[in-house]
T-cell receptor
Framework: AQRVTQPEKLLSVFKGAPVELKCNYS??????LFWYVQYSRQRLQLLLR??SRESIKGFTADLNKGETSFHLKKPFAQEEDSAMYYC???????????FGAGTILRVKS | GAGVSQSPSNKVTEKGKDVELRCDPI?????LYWYRQSLGQGLEFLIY????????KSGLPSDRFSAERTGGSVSTLTIQRTQQEDSAVYLC??????????????FGQGTRLTVV
């Protein structure tokens, strides 16, 4: 069965420092990978997906099939990046989304 | 409405009572998901609907939990004989899930359930 692992429950960094939120998955096929974010008192929303290969709010994530990873990175953290981040996997059409346990990112000034 | 709507936003119930949680997905979205978000537990998958059928109910924690979806739209999650460990935020999401792989899920604001 597919599984998503986010090994860090909490990641605390200083403003301006680089950020890397780790995500590993287990799935033998070709998954779709996503990062979702939940800011304080807001609903969970999509941040980015691997298919789009885009940078959103300075964040990027590269799918590494060899390492089965989809780590989220940002070179310079901002205080407004503080939120809960979830990595998610889908097997595509007709299949559910599976989420990791989430990582709280705290950016300190 | 423009987004996924859930009601009630908050529910306090006594242990042993039944509760119903409602989800109105985005119009035209064929896929609908229920998740449970507990402190320290992350996002726990409960059930997934494709249209009115539920191809995956594997996440329902016990037979006290059930869900239905009618008309390919509104869904209701029912918890019978609630227990204190059922206290959590219940999230609903919908997605277009059309062939072509646009599986971005749009979430509601959730129902915070407290069992006392």
């Amino acid at each position: 069965a597919q599984r998503v692992t986010q090994p860090e429950k909490l990641l605390s960094v200083f403003k301006g420092a680089p950020v890397e939120l780790k995500c590993n998955y287990s799935y033998s096929g070709s998954p779709e990978l996503f990062w979702y974010v939940q800011y304080s008192r807001q609903r969970l929303q999509l941040l980015l997906r691997h298919i789009s290969r885009e940078s959103i709010k300075g964040f990027t994530a590269d799918l590494n099939k060899g390492e089965t990873s989809f780590h989220l990175k940002k070179p310079f953290a901002q205080e407004e990046d503080s939120a809960m981040y979830y990595c998610a996997l889908s097997q595509g059409y007709g299949n559910k989304l599976v989420f990791g346990a989430g990582t709280i990112l705290r950016v300190k000034s | 409405g423009a987004g996924v709507s859930q009601s009630p936003s908050n529910k306090v119930t006594e242990k042993g009572k039944d509760v119903e949680l409602r989800c109105d997905p985005i119009s035209g979205h064929t896929a609908l998901y229920w998740y449970r978000q507990s402190l320290g537990q992350g996002l726990e998958f409960l059930i997934y609907f494709q249209g009115n059928s539920a191809p995956d109910k594997s996440g329902l924690p016990s037979d006290r939990f059930s869900a239905e979806r009618t008309g390919g739209s509104v869904s209701t999650l029912t918890i019978q004989r609630t227990q204190q460990e059922d206290s959590a935020v219940y999230l609903c999401a919908s997605s277009l899930d059309a062939a072509g792989g646009n599986t971005e899920a749009f979430f509601g604001q959730g129902t915070r359930l407290t069992v006392v």
